[in-house]
């Protein structure tokens, strides 16, 4: 089987960020299926783009056996402000048609295309026109209403105009994946997706590298490295944006200052400048930044630290999202202060894996930290529960295979039937 993917934010070799398609069109490809890419060549949370990109369009990239990565031009003004931000979607758009129109030129099975931005869907449309191939539609986040939240979307034509994008997408499409439970709910009762259409594939973690740091990796040396040595060391890894709203990590930073507790927070992103000089002009002296790292050094900060920590602004639309790093704290053996309501809270609270902590409430996230910071015993059961939940049920191994194996069900592939061989293209329109 032959897909042709389409993520805005599939990242390179070595670099830091949501690696998910990375490592599931790796476990595909070493099933024996050809996965093509048509992704950005900014990266998404510092809007950095790699030199061998400059004054190219288009740049075809030979990822790795079975692996095919068609790099698309994004204007440089990703991370410049909303309507910078806005500009570079939608010159992904039309610099992916482009891509998969002239430089996709094989032979595909099925086009899958993850979102947000939503944008991705108007090059999965247009593609699947003329190339006569259907579409699945993978579902990170709700859009338009994530982006209408946290003010990324003012604009009240291009809200109408994104409303009726997404209503054409789940129309077309002829399987759609839904990340969480709530979103799955979501697009039932609320979208009125055909159920028969949706499927729950969602974000996990990489046990393969979890299972051998935890066994080898030595932490004591790495604290000492760092700096800290007795100190309680909370981590956040992630994007610094609006939406993740870390001035309520600095205000109970402040809260804590006479304690022996250090936060470190690991990532890039349009807010970090801001936070950066915040924490001067406050004089935190218990808050450290630290620029993005590729995954196994990620887990080399979580492995040292006490707790992870799970935040995002508080809106309606972030009730129905997992946060990523969750499960990357979770295989790690680390216990979760989640400030995300919704599932996020179900998730750490079924597992017994963390604590709730109110979003944008200081006191409260400073009262949850002191729990653990006095309770030891806690934060290894935490720690404990949240990785045996996890292996059980957010192994990305695991996902990837369930998700090939559903892919190949619904459209008639088996392992000696790609697009020379098919059974038969046609899917009922469920």
């Given at each position: 089987m032959h897909?042709?993917?389409i993520h805005q934010y599939f990242l390179e070799k070595g670099d830091s960020g949501g690696l998910r398609w990375n490592e599931m069109a790796k476990i595909w490809s070493e099933k024996g299926h050809k996965v093509t890419v048509v992704a950005g060549m900014t990266h998404y949370a510092n809007g950095v783009r790699n030199p061998k990109y400059n004054n190219k369009y288009t740049f075809v990239d030979a990822f790795s056996p079975n692996i095919k990565v068609i790099r698309s031009h994004v204007s440089d003004s990703y991370n410049d402000s909303f309507r910078g931000?806005?500009?570079?979607?939608?010159?992904?758009?039309?610099?992916?048609i482009y891509a998969g129109l002239f430089k996709a030129?094989?032979?595909?099975d099925v086009i899958l295309v993850s979102s947000p931005p939503l944008s991705v869907g108007i090059i999965a449309l247009i593609l699947s026109t003329f190339k006569?191939?259907?579409?699945i539609f993978e579902i990170r986040d709700l859009w338009p209403e994530s982006a209408i939240d946290t003010g990324i979307l003012k604009n009240k034509m291009i809200i109408k105009i994104s409303y009726w994008l997404e209503r054409r997408l789940y129309k077309k499409a002829k399987l759609i994946n839904a990340l969480t439970p709530a979103i799955k709910e979501t697009l039932i009762h609320k979208k009125k997706v055909p159920a028969s259409k949706i499927i729950y594939i969602p974000n996990a973690a990489d046990f393969d590298l979890s299972d051998k740091m935890l066994t080898d990796f030595d932490i004591s040396t790495f604290r000492k490295g760092l700096g800290f040595d007795n100190e309680f060391i909370l981590c956040y890894v992630g994007a610094h944006g609006l939406a993740n709203n870390l001035t309520q990590l600095l205000d109970t930073a402040q809260l804590l200052r006479n304690e022996n507790v250090?936060?470190?927070?690991i990532g890039d992103g349009m807010e970090k400048k801001m936070l950066m000089q915040t924490v001067i002009e406050k004089n935190i002296t218990n808050v450290h930044f630290f620029d993005s790292v590729p995954k196994a050094d990620v887990l080399k900060f979580i492995l040292a630290a006490d707790a992870g920590i799970s935040v995002l602004k508080k809106v309606e639309a972030f009730k129905t999202v997992f946060s990523n790093k969750t499960f990357d704290y979770m295989a790690c053996k680390k216990p979760v202060l989640m400030a995300i309501d919704g599932i996020s809270r179900e998730l750490v609270e079924t597992a017994g894996a963390g604590i709730y902590v109110e979003p944008e409430n200081a006191k409260d996230f400073a009262e949850k930290i002191r729990t653990y910071l006095h309770d030891p015993t806690l934060i290894k059961l935490h720690g404990?529960?949240?990785y045996k939940y996890a292996k059980k049920h957010f192994d990305r191994k695991t996902l990837s295979l369930e998700y090939l194996?559903?892919?190949?069900t619904h459209f008639g592939f088996n392992s000696k039937n790609s697009v020379s061989n098919k059974i038969n293209h046609k899917v009922s329109n469920v």
């Open positions: 897909i042709l993917l931000r806005l500009k570079a979607y939608f010159s992904f758009v039309f610099s992916g030129k094989e032979k595909y006569r191939i259907p579409i250090v936060f470190i927070l404990e529960n949240g194996q559903i892919i190949e």
